[in-house]
Structure formats: structure tokens, C-alpha cells
Nanobody, 121 residues
């Protein structure tokens, strides 16, 4: 079992930045691929970024150049640095743990409870 707890969400103006964190506990954090997803009201859960290691990280085209995923295996923590935020980035952001660094939510085994990010225009 892996327990995931997100933090760092909040209200920010367009163009601002936020850094999300996801603290993991349970099984060995470094064994897992980690991902960030988001879900806006009335929309399906959307892939944001995934990282197997610092050298193997992928982000969605919609956030490329603005968001950066990273992980600190010594601290069992996953991060999502979000810059140049836009109102369309407003959503609940979830971190997830799985075996492979893929974009399909169904491939992840463990999920956090989510943290709200609201970007005002």
C-alpha cells in the first residue's frame, strides 16, 4: 500500500506560480512511477505529468514549458512546479503512483485526495 497526500494548492492570479507537493508513505517510493493528474468540474480526469526518475519525465502538451515535475526519493516527495498559470489550469490536482510512467489514469494504483488549484483572471 502507498498513501499519498497532496498539498500546496490555493488561489492565485493568472500569470502566477504554485508548487504542489505529494508526500508518499508506505512502500518504497523510488520503486514507483509517479504522476500528476487534474480534474475540472464537469470534465474527465486529465493527465498532467509523470516521472519515473528525474531523467525520465513527461508533461502534457497543454502545460509544456510552464509546469515541471520532479521528485525527491530521499524525502518520498513528488513536486509539480506550475508557472505562468492560466484560468484554464483551475482544477483539483491529484498525485498518483503506479508501475509505469504513462498518461492513462487507469494504469495508476494509488491516488491522493487531491488539492484545489484556482487561477483567477
Amino acid at each position: 500500500q502507498v498513501q499519498l497526500v497532496e498539498s500546496g494548492g490555493g488561489l492565485v492570479q493568472a500569470g502566477g506560480s504554485l508548487r504542489l507537493s505529494c508526500a508518499a508513505s508506505g512502500r518504497t517510493f523510488s520503486d514507483y512511477a509517479m504522476g500528476w493528474f487534474r480534474q475540472a468540474p464537469g470534465k474527465e480526469r486529465e493527465f498532467v505529468a509523470t516521472a519515473l526518475s528525474s531523467a525520465a519525465a513527461y508533461v502534457a502538451d497543454s502545460v509544456k514549458g510552464r509546469f515541471t515535475i520532479s521528485r525527491d526519493n530521499a524525502k518520498n516527495t513528488l513536486y509539480l512546479q506550475m508557472n505562468s498559470l492560466k484560468p484554464e489550469d483551475t482544477a483539483v490536482y491529484y498525485c498518483a503512483a503506479g508501475v509505469h510512467p504513462v498518461s492513462r489514469a487507469a494504469m495508476y494504483d494509488y491516488w491522493g485526495q487531491g488539492t484545489q488549484v484556482t487561477v483567477s483572471s
